[in-house]
Each structure stands twice: as structure tokens, then as C-alpha cells.
């Protein structure tokens, strides 16, 4: 007897999950807890374990497929379960069966349900599949169907499955102004499913019987004749693009597709400017010189640009916290007295903005500690959509990849995005004690910063930067590091 294996609720918003990779396959075992597919979500991608130990006696949802939450994934058979349940199968009453069978070999019998015989030992595949197709129906779990025939959809046994949305779905079919009366659906039951949005044309037209009728107003025939040949020519789903000479055409992976999402949408509904302060890094780099190797040490990893930066930001966001808010669309705004701090993290695959919650309370030993968990949660694949929630303001890093000037886009619902480009050093004009100015071999970084202007003035934009910067070039970090400091 095998137990089914649910697509779980990954947060409380996610309606459905995408299988992007089994990490067992059929007849493999697997331990509890032991991590079996890879599932990726408009939130996060995980690793999902094993709720159990057995055997994964059957894949029902393949790579690429994207089910609602609690849709039957897999089914495990556990060690026991079988034998458990046939004494309760042969105590079934026996006047259920006709005479003339209860006469015949038990061998020969056929048990009314269940997956096993009414004998000593476990049904095998091939007396499964002499069990009545009725009934072998009944006792396997619906696998999702990849793409249904127009009939089914419309049918009327589809129709309540096609009332049944998940919040996404309704986001993105008012996003994209799609009809959903216009929509077929793929999922089970005929359920619309994101993808099916996501292939969903705008202004789709109506359904087949709605398109039909007759134009009220004799005068228009010609026009609706004229917009009907359009939506003919002009098919929901774009064509297949085929590569040319020395080209390649690759499926894009679900993060990427997501990125690609999100980020159109944030340009879409922002009014993004910019602004640029060049920050000398120097006093740091001395610093991290002296303190670094016995960090490293202890905490097995070096110390980075990033705790310092993190907490010179946490610091400026308190003190302007229009750049630390959220616009409301509803003639509000929202500001927030405490930071909650998104670090882009670059993955093989794409990039992700796990969130270090209460970044605002940390000195520079805990926010390295912080990151560094983030990070390494995040290329492991263990991130929990509450990881990557709740952000107040966003920090990208690509200055480990040479970059010394960037032009970042906010996440949604944030009013800005901090790039922390390349330290390099270059000369740089210095005014000591005296007021006398000289050219010296500094540390020197440009932090850019997009921001939105429905919330933010580019008075205001320009205070903070200029905030932050000095808090990077003056503010005094010994105390944070006095525990890894040579005496």
C-alpha cells in the first residue's frame, strides 16, 4: 500500500508549485527527511524531504508540471503498510460475493477493493492490472494532464474545478487584462493555472458560443468580420522560436521567468531615478586587515565589505525612512522604523533576495553572520518563503564580478535598491588635520541607488546617500570587532 505524496503549502500566498527536479526516481528508497524533489514557486525554490521512509513506487507529476497545492506528486510505499492492511481486507464479509465465487479457488477470487489480493501475499503488478479498470481508477490518485481537449474543459463536470483560482491567477490575469471567461484551462478539472495565463494573449477573445453570435449593429459586420480574421492570424500562444545559423533557442528555467516577471512589473508600476555617491572605503580596508584573519578563524569564513555596509544602511534608514517605505496606491504610504534587509544572492541559475530580518538590531559581527547563513541557505536550497518576505529595502553585490557602476531595479513593494559595486584602489585627492590636500592610493566604491520617485525627492534621495556615506568613511566599527582584534 503506498502513501500519496502532496505538493506542500510552501507560504501562505503560494497556490501552486512547479516540479523542476525529481531527486529520486521510481523504485529508488528514500529516508525520512531526506530531500526528494525540487519545487519552485513565485516565492522561493526548495528542496522538499521525504515525510517518510519507503520506497517511491510511483512519480505521478513529471519535471515541468505545475500543480495546485495538495495535488498528489508521488506515492511512497512504506515498509509494513501492506501487510498491515490485509487482515482487515480478508475480514470483509463474505456473503458479499456470489456463491459460485465463494466456491472458486481463493487464488482465483477478486478482492472488492484495496490494492492487494485476499491472500498471503502482496498483489503484484500483474494481478493489479486484471482488477476492473473502475476499480483501479478509484484506488489511483489523478495525475495532472499537461494539456486537456477543448471539449473536456467546457464540459460540465469542469465547470466548478474552473471556478477555483488561486490568487496568483487572478493577479496576473487583471495584470495582463485577460477575460478568464476566454481562458481554457489545463490544470486538473479544467482549473486555469498560471501557465495558462502566462499563455494567454491580452484581450483574448471570448469563448467559442459568446463569438458566434451576431453583431446587433448591422453597420459593424464588416468591422467584427475584420477583428475575427485578426484573432485568427493572430494566435494566444506565440510560435515556437526556431534558432538560425549558429544560434540557440534554450527553455528558460522557472526562476528565470519569475525574474524576468517581476522585474517588468516593478519598471511598470514605478517611477525608478537615480543617484550615485563615490565612497572612500579606506578606514574599512584597515580594519577588515587587522581583525580579518582571526574572523576567519573562528567563524570560517572571511570578513566581507557586506556586515559593514549593512549596518551603515540599517543606520541611514532610520534616519530617513521615506527610503525605507512602501507605496500604497491608495494615497498612503507606509513607512517603516525598522529594516528588515534584502541581499541579493547570484545562484548558477539565476538570482535570489533572501531577507535578514531585523537588520536594524545587529552590530557587524551578527549581520556577517547573518549574510553568510542567508547565503548559503539560499545556494542549498533551503530557503522558506517567510526567508524571502517582508523586505523593507534591498542591497545588490556586483562588485565581486568587476562591476564598478550599476543601475539596479527595486523589488516590488520597496522604495529603493542599494548596488555595492567593485572597491578598487585608485588615487584620490585627501585633506588631512591641517586642511592640506594631497593625492593618495585609496579604497575607493560608488554606491548606486534607484529609487522611486512617487515616494522619494531627489533632495531626499541625495541626503541619504550622502548620510551614508558618511557613516562608511567616518563611523568608528572597532567596538563591533574588539573580540577578533590583535592586543
Known sequence: MATPFKMPQLGETVAEGTITRWLKKEGDTVQADEPLVEVSTDKVDSEIPAPMAGTITKILVQEGDTVAVGTPIAEIGVEGEAEAAEPAEAAEPAEAAEPAEAAEPAA???????????????????????????????????????????????????????????PLVRKLATERGIDLDSVRGTGTGGRIT??????????????????????????????????????????AVPAAAVGGAGEEVIQVSNMRRLIAEHMVSSLRESARAWNSVEVDMTNIARLRELAGPDFKTREGYSLTWMPFLSKAVSQALLKFPSVNSTWNGDGTITRKHFVNLGIAVALTNGLIVPVLKGADGMNVVGLARGVRDLADRARSKKLSPDDVSSGTFTITNPGPFGSVLSVPIMNKGQAGILAFDAVVKRPAVVTDEHGDDSIAIRH??????????????????????AHLKELLQEADFTSDLSGYLPE
Do not use: C, N, Y
Request: charged fraction near 30%; proline fraction near 11%.
Open 444 to 465: 575607493m566604491v560608488f554606491l548606486s541607488m534607484s529609487w522611486d520617485h512617487r515616494v522619494i525627492d531627489g533632495a531626499e534621495a541625495a541626503q541619504f546617500l
Open 194 to 235: 498560471k501557465q495558462d495565463i502566462m499563455a494567454a494573449a491580452p484581450g483574448t477573445a471570448p469563448r467559442a458560443e459568446a463569438a458566434e453570435e451576431p453583431s446587433l449593429d448591422p453597420a459593424g459586420l464588416d468591422a467584427e468580420k475584420t477583428a475575427q480574421q485578426a484573432t485568427a492570424a493572430s494566435p
Open 108 to 166: 482465483e477470487q477478486k478482492p472488492p477493493k484495496g490494492d492487494a489480493e485476499v491472500s498471503d501475499q502482496p498483489a503484484s503488478e500483474e494481478t493489479a492490472r486484471e482488477r476492473p479498470a473502475e476499480e483501479q481508477a478509484a484506488a489511483e490518485p489523478v495525475a495532472p494532464t499537461k494539456k486537456r481537449p477543448a471539449a473536456q474543459v467546457e464540459s460540465a463536470e469542469d465547470a466548478p474545478r474552473r471556478g477555483i483560482l488561486s
